[in-house]
């Protein structure tokens, strides 16, 4: 999958702060990117439902909406605070950080 870009929002959580960046991934530096790459590719994304949320509401949990650009297709998934797979735990924790960054940045 040769993903152009990314883009991360989590929303919710205890003090109900928005956090949002959009990545143009070939502005990353490589092993991001691969790191990307590779994780997208190991959950499939282009495959994934568009909700990946259980239905026990957790108080004061974040809500994840992730859209992928690729070509000429997108999707977008929205997933909540603990996610059951292990690359989307992944995946969530390695864009927390790139958005962070972002913004501190600007």
Do not use: C
Not at 61 to 76: N, P, Q
Request: aromatic share 6%; no cysteine; charged share 30%.
């Amino acid at each position: 999958m040769d993903v152009e870009r990314i883009k991360f929002e989590r929303t919710g959580g205890f003090a109900g702060i928005r956090l949002a960046a959009d990545f143009d991934v070939s502005d990353l530096p490589d092993d991001l990117s691969q790191t990307l790459r590779e994780l997208l590719n190991a959950l499939d994304f282009p495959e994934l439902p568009a909700r990946l949320t259980n239905s026990e509401s957790v108080p004061d949990s974040f809500t994840y909406v992730i859209t992928v650009e690729a070509g000429k297709w997108h999707h977008t998934v929205i997933t909540g605070d603990a996610p059951e797979n292990e690359n989307m735990q992944e995946l969530l924790e390695l864009l927390n950080r790139l958005a962070r960054k972002k913004i501190k940045k600007h």
